[in-house]
């Protein structure tokens, strides 16, 4: 009995395992009949998206396909053609102010500050050209729209409807016509009263409609001070955006190269103090 200790063959390198499949797939071949050591697949049609976004198609040549010229070509990368990508939509503006009624101005909390805020936003939509819908909610019993807010008067800010209301959303028949003139996607601000009730409603009426929605938080309010932050919480979880008048005019601006900008800034310096006490007492934190 050999004492010596048997030891496994070495691995063959794999450049020899390559060169025998190479051999084995030419010998299959050579058994084959001469028309089918070549075979020919038919032309293919692939869709192609041009540079101008078209969409186009044309007839991939024919390929030849060998054996052995496939085992020794290397393998290419996997080239997917994506169709361009689209520009953003830009959304068109409008602004809504809901119920600023007479009546209301002794019951709901801060009334004069959800005031200044709505007159310092609609200074901002006649510099920007943004449309403004306004509502009064049975204008019967609670008296027409606060007068200082100068809308459809001589001189002042022409709506596109002001509708008198016995829904508690903004969103009339009247309303909702006037939207649909706009645009199919539109970004909405809201200011007004009930933040709980009119705000919320029309709010997420607007939502539902696949428009987005901003409530300035400066500009809304409520005759109970404790509805305000629930209100605000609840539109923020339902997709509303919940901002500052001040937040909101420069993300409308969004250049400071153009030349409404100048106009704005005088805007914001305009009211400066009046804005500092309105954070201060309606979006205390």
Known sequence: MCGSVCHPPPPRPLSDCVCAASCFVACLCSLL???????????????????????????????HCNARSQLDSKPRPLVRNHPPPKPEHVCSRFASICDLQEKF???????????????????????????????????????????????????????????????????????????????????????????????????????????????????????????????LERLRQEGAVVTTSESWMYECVGDAGINEFRQIIGVVKESHQSTKEVLQTLCKI
């Open 105 to 231: 101005r002794p019951a709901i909390h801060e009334f004069p500050r959800v005031i200044a805020t709505t007159q310092k936003m609609l200074k901002a939509s006649q510099i920007l050209n943004i449309p403004v819908f306004a509502t009064t909610q049975n204008k019967a019993r609670l008296g027409e729209t606060c007068p200082e807010l100068g809308l459809d008067v001589p001189g002042g800010v022409q709506t596109v409807v002001h509708a008198d209301k016995t829904l508690f959303s903004m969103l009339t028949p009247e309303v909702r016509q006037g939207i649909a003139r706009l645009n199919s996607q539109l970004s909405c601000v809201i200011v007004g009263i009930e933040s709980h009730i009119c705000v919320t409603q029309t709010a997420l009426d607007l939502l539902h409609d696949g428009h987005k929605v901003y409530i300035l938080a400066d500009g809304v309010s409520s005759c109970n001070k404790e509805e305000i932050p629930i209100a």
């Open 33 to 63: 009949p001469p028309e089918l050591h070549s075979t020919q697949y038919p032309s293919k049609e692939t869709t192609q998206w041009h540079s101008d976004g078209s969409v186009g198609s044309s007839l991939a040549p024919a390929r």
